[in-house]
Nanobody, 113 residues
Framework: HVELVESGGGMVQPGGSLRLSCTLSGTICDRYNIHWYRQAPENSRGWVAE???????RYMDSVVGLFAVSRDNTKNTAYLQINSLRPEDTAVYYCNVPALSLWGKGTLVTVSA
């Protein structure tokens, strides 16, 4: 059974940071590109970042320099470090493996004073 599980979300004050994790089970992580998306309340899900098999990274324009995606294939896990959080970053964050058509259930990040 192949599964993606996100974790690491929570409530944080503006300016704070979190590290989100995305763990793939049931297969080997290093074969796949991994994407991060987010969905804010009453908004559609939008693409945030990607890390490829060879560790090339890409980001949506508004998070360049603020977010950082990485991976540890020995742990079958990808990470999204989110820094300088703003209230508009409040969302459920999802990871996705397009090659497997696989999504996790998401982890909620709330940025509030």
């Amino acid at each position: 059974h192949v599964e993606l599980v996100e974790s690491g979300g929570g409530m944080v004050q503006p300016g704070g940071s979190l590290r989100l994790s995305c763990t793939l089970s049931g297969t080997i992580c290093d074969r796949y590109n991994i994407h991060w998306y987010r969905q804010a309340p009453e908004n559609s899900r939008g693409w945030v970042a990607e890390i490829t098999r060879d560790r090339t990274t890409r980001y949506m324009d508004s998070v360049v320099g603020l977010f950082a995606v990485s991976r540890d294939n020995t742990k079958n896990t990808a990470y999204l470090q989110i820094n300088s959080l703003r209230p508009e970053d409040t969302a459920v964050y999802y990871c996705n493996v397009p090659a497997l058509s696989l999504w996790g259930k998401g982890t909620l990040v709330t940025v509030s004073a």
